[in-house]
């Protein structure tokens, strides 16, 4: 094995701080952030992404405020939508630089990511959040800075994580063999396509057990032994 692959929220770090934490933050500052940076490229792509997705699926066009209300949503439904992620993941960069918020990183795996580099592995990132809210997170985490450890970051512009497909355009950015890739995660149909693509898999569970699963299970980084 040379490569490993793993997942956010629930494998390195806790689902509470997902939802309980950063969507709260993102959600009361979304208006504002939109509203004080509609110049902004970036707030312009995702207001024309939100637009273009809810054209398609509604054949509605909405004005502004509506855009921010559907974003809203989106937030409350934790839609993996590309354009929400972004969005988010600028408004968390904020916070973070701020100081008001701080990433929450499971105490075992700063220990683990420094072993496994050290044994010559490579390590990234796969998470329904975006890029940069990736090294956000690991950039301003309860541990430092953490963003050394990782060599790629990848987000859902490779394709959603329950699809077989996006395991392979991965492996094809990386240029490694599927069985040279180890992938973790918390959940059974994102371990699911990833085998199906030839990657070796390991499941965390680090709250309650989790049935029908045919992947390896442990309950914490430093359980994951090669």
Known sequence: MKYILMDVEGTTTSISFVHDVLFPYSA????????????????????????????????LNLNKDQ???????WIKIDRKHGALKKLQGLIWHDGYSAGEIKGHVYEDVPAALKKWKEQGLELGIYSSGSVDAQRSLFGYS????????????????????????SYKNILESLQYNPEE??????????????QSAGLKTIQLVRGEAVAKSSHKQVKNFSEIIF
Do not use: C, W
């Open 142 to 165: 309860v541990f430092g800075d953490l963003n050394s450890f990782f060599s790629h970051n990848f987000d859902t512009s490779v394709g959603g994580k329950r699809e077989v497909q």
């Open 181 to 194: 890739v180890l992938f973790l995660s918390d959940i059974t149909e994102e371990l699911d396509a990833a």
């Open 28 to 59: 009361e500052r979304l208006k504002s952030y939109i509203e004080k940076n509609m110049t902004d490229p970036n707030v312009q792509e995702v207001l024309l992404k939100t637009q273009s997705t809810v054209r398609e699926e509604e054949d």
């Open 67 to 73: 855009l921010i209300d559907k974003l809203l949503e």
